[in-house]
């Protein structure tokens, strides 16, 4: 399961959210990379707010969509990630967690133009979790792909079960590929 959304609404508060998250960024340079030490949600501007809120909704929306009636309760973990020239993320998993997902800010420019030499820039691959499944087939399947890339827009909202492992290509733009991560921590009570 992996859900890709459009947030409703995104432009003024994703503008807003890129401001702030460059402001904390020119105050400690390494946050993203000491992601454990943020709590990006904890932070009472509105715009996070907006974000946090619309994350809740979606994951309201999705565990009742696959038969869940008795809601769990669950905490957010967020952080932001600030991507320049050559950053990338390897692949991983987010163990600890039941769901996580990812809110694009801003993506480099170029990202689906056809003529650049790389236009997979800043994009994320999901991993087939199903060892050795594309093996067995004719390729002609739909899901024959062992990599499933996503090339994501601002605004766009990804959430996917925390197990599954993905990796981010590298920015080989020099425009900044910003972005909010997320973990669904469930209550265990």
């Known amino acids: 399961m992996l859900a890709k959304r459009l947030l409703p609404d995104f432009e003024r508060p994703t503008q807003e959210l890129a401001q702030h998250i460059l402001e904390v960024e020119a105050r400690e340079t ?77 993506l480099p420019r170029h990202q689906n133009d056809p003529l650049v030499e790389n236009p997979h820039s800043g994009c994320i691959s999901f ?15 739909p899901d024959s792909r062992p990599v499933y890339r996503v090339t994501p827009s601002p605004g766009t909202l990804l959430i996917w079960p925390s197990p599954l492992q993905h990796a981010v290509y590298p920015n080989l733009s020099g425009d900044l590929r910003i972005s909010i991560s997320f973990n669904v921590i469930v209550d265990k009570k």
């Open 127 to 141: 991993y087939d979790p199903r060892n050795g499944a594309n093996m067995i087939t004719t390729g002609s399947e």
């Open 30 to 106: 390494d946050l993203t990379a000491r992601y454990q030490q943020q709590d990006l949600f904890a932070d009472k501007k509105p715009c996070v707010q907006w974000l946090k809120k619309q994350i809740n909704e979606t994951v309201t929306a999705l565990i009742t969509q696959n038969g869940v009636h008795h809601l769990p309760s669950w905490a957010l973990f967020s952080w932001y990630n600030v991507n320049r020239f050559g950053d990338h993320h390897a692949p991983h998993t987010h163990p600890h967690s039941y769901l996580s997902g990812t809110y694009y800010v801003q």
